[in-house]
Protein backbone atom coordinates (compact mmCIF):
# COMPACT_ATOMS: atom_id res chain seq x y z
CA UNK A 1 0.00 0.00 0.00
CA UNK A 2 1.72 3.24 -0.99
CA UNK A 3 0.77 6.44 0.59
CA UNK A 4 -0.62 9.39 -1.03
CA UNK A 5 -0.46 13.01 -0.11
CA UNK A 6 -3.43 12.64 1.96
CA UNK A 7 -1.38 10.49 3.97
CA UNK A 8 1.39 11.93 4.28
CA UNK A 9 1.57 14.92 6.94
CA UNK A 10 -0.15 11.97 9.76
CA UNK A 11 2.99 9.80 8.63
CA UNK A 12 5.18 13.01 9.65
CA UNK A 13 3.73 13.43 12.76
CA UNK A 14 4.11 9.37 13.31
CA UNK A 15 8.09 9.81 12.79
CA UNK A 16 8.17 13.19 14.77
CA UNK A 17 6.01 11.12 18.04
CA UNK A 18 8.85 8.28 17.76
CA UNK A 19 11.77 10.66 16.76
CA UNK A 20 11.37 12.46 20.31
CA UNK A 21 10.72 9.67 22.26
CA UNK A 22 13.82 8.37 21.26
CA UNK A 23 15.57 11.52 21.70
CA UNK A 24 13.99 11.95 25.24
CA UNK A 25 14.91 8.26 25.89
CA UNK A 26 18.28 8.56 25.46
CA UNK A 27 18.48 11.54 27.85
CA UNK A 28 16.70 9.67 30.63
CA UNK A 29 17.25 6.04 31.03
CA UNK A 30 14.97 5.76 34.20
CA UNK A 31 11.53 5.42 31.79
CA UNK A 32 9.28 4.13 34.43
CA UNK A 33 6.71 1.10 33.76
CA UNK A 34 3.73 3.17 33.44
CA UNK A 35 5.50 5.22 31.02
CA UNK A 36 6.47 2.20 28.51
CA UNK A 37 2.51 0.74 29.27
CA UNK A 38 1.23 4.35 28.23
CA UNK A 39 3.54 4.32 24.57
CA UNK A 40 2.70 1.09 23.42
CA UNK A 41 -1.19 1.90 24.07
CA UNK A 42 -0.67 4.90 22.29
CA UNK A 43 1.83 3.32 19.62
CA UNK A 44 -0.78 1.07 18.33
CA UNK A 45 -4.30 2.25 19.41
CA UNK A 46 -4.34 6.17 18.53
CA UNK A 47 -4.21 7.96 15.21
CA UNK A 48 -1.82 8.70 13.52
CA UNK A 49 -0.85 5.08 14.40
CA UNK A 50 -3.70 2.68 14.85
CA UNK A 51 -3.54 2.69 10.85
CA UNK A 52 -0.51 1.96 10.39
CA UNK A 53 1.03 -1.97 9.85
CA UNK A 54 3.00 -3.57 12.15
CA UNK A 55 5.44 -4.09 9.34
CA UNK A 56 5.43 0.34 8.82
CA UNK A 57 6.03 1.13 13.03
CA UNK A 58 9.04 -1.11 13.27
CA UNK A 59 10.51 0.45 10.47
CA UNK A 60 9.41 3.58 11.92
CA UNK A 61 11.00 2.91 15.20
CA UNK A 62 14.26 1.40 13.38
CA UNK A 63 14.40 4.53 10.86
CA UNK A 64 14.33 7.16 13.63
CA UNK A 65 16.29 5.16 15.83
CA UNK A 66 19.00 5.52 13.53
CA UNK A 67 18.92 8.74 12.95
CA UNK A 68 18.72 10.16 16.75
CA UNK A 69 21.24 8.31 17.58
CA UNK A 70 23.53 8.54 15.11
CA UNK A 71 22.95 12.60 14.69
CA UNK A 72 21.34 13.68 17.75
CA UNK A 73 21.63 17.45 17.33
CA UNK A 74 20.56 17.06 13.21
CA UNK A 75 17.38 15.01 14.46
CA UNK A 76 16.76 17.70 16.94
CA UNK A 77 17.19 20.64 14.70
CA UNK A 78 15.35 19.01 11.85
CA UNK A 79 12.18 17.94 13.74
CA UNK A 80 10.45 20.70 12.85
CA UNK A 81 10.49 19.62 9.14
CA UNK A 82 8.63 16.97 9.94
CA UNK A 83 5.70 19.14 10.30
CA UNK A 84 3.64 20.45 6.99
CA UNK A 85 0.62 22.12 9.58
CA UNK A 86 1.03 23.96 12.98
CA UNK A 87 -1.80 21.35 14.25
CA UNK A 88 -0.11 18.20 13.30
CA UNK A 89 3.22 20.17 15.84
CA UNK A 90 0.14 20.51 18.42
CA UNK A 91 -0.83 16.52 18.21
CA UNK A 92 2.59 15.33 18.05
CA UNK A 93 3.45 17.42 21.49
CA UNK A 94 -0.06 16.55 22.85
CA UNK A 95 1.12 12.74 22.15
CA UNK A 96 4.31 12.52 24.05
CA UNK A 97 3.01 14.47 26.86
CA UNK A 98 0.19 11.79 27.82
CA UNK A 99 3.29 9.39 27.21
CA UNK A 100 5.67 11.31 29.08
CA UNK A 101 3.03 11.82 31.84
CA UNK A 102 4.91 13.52 34.89
CA UNK A 103 8.24 13.45 35.85
CA UNK A 104 9.27 13.70 39.12
CA UNK A 105 12.69 14.16 39.16
CA UNK A 106 14.01 15.00 35.62
CA UNK A 107 17.80 14.15 35.25
CA UNK A 108 20.37 17.26 34.03
CA UNK A 109 19.94 15.67 30.72
CA UNK A 110 16.10 15.25 30.37
CA UNK A 111 16.22 18.95 31.22
CA UNK A 112 18.81 19.97 28.71
CA UNK A 113 17.06 17.43 26.07
CA UNK A 114 13.43 19.13 26.94
CA UNK A 115 15.01 22.43 26.10
CA UNK A 116 16.69 21.52 23.10
CA UNK A 117 13.41 20.10 21.81
CA UNK A 118 11.25 22.73 23.15
CA UNK A 119 13.20 25.59 21.31
CA UNK A 120 13.64 23.73 17.67
CA UNK A 121 9.57 24.08 17.77
CA UNK A 122 9.55 27.47 19.20
CA UNK A 123 7.79 26.19 22.33
CA UNK A 124 8.06 27.33 25.57
CA UNK A 125 9.81 25.07 28.22
CA UNK A 126 8.25 24.23 31.21
CA UNK A 127 9.54 25.73 34.66
CA UNK A 128 10.36 22.69 36.38
CA UNK A 129 12.45 21.92 33.17
CA UNK A 130 14.96 25.52 33.20
CA UNK A 131 17.98 25.29 34.97
CA UNK A 132 21.82 25.57 33.80
CA UNK A 133 21.30 22.62 31.19
CA UNK A 134 24.37 19.75 30.92
CA UNK A 135 26.25 20.19 28.11
CA UNK A 136 25.12 16.70 25.57
CA UNK A 137 28.04 15.51 23.38
CA UNK A 138 27.74 16.31 20.50
CA UNK A 139 26.88 13.46 17.68
CA UNK A 140 28.27 14.26 14.05
CA UNK A 141 25.45 17.25 13.72
CA UNK A 142 26.56 18.66 10.29
CA UNK A 143 24.24 22.30 9.73
CA UNK A 144 21.71 22.37 7.09
CA UNK A 145 21.84 18.38 6.49
CA UNK A 146 18.10 16.73 5.96
CA UNK A 147 17.48 13.44 8.14
Same mark, same amino acid.
Given at each position: !?? #?? $?? #???????? @????? +? &? +?? %??????????? !? &????????? *? @?????????? *?? /??? %??? /?? +??????????? $????? =??? /?? @?? /?????????? +??????????? =??? !????? #??????????????????????????????
Amino acid at each position: !MK #CT $EA #CKPRADVA @EAVVR +I &L +IL %LRGSNRGYRSE !M &LDRRSDILT *R @EEPFADLLVE *RR /QHL %LYE /QS +IIATLDTDGAV $ETLPN =LFS /QP @ED /QALAVALIDR +IIGEVAAPTAE =LKA !MTGDL #CHALNLKTPKEFVENPAKRKTRGARKGREI
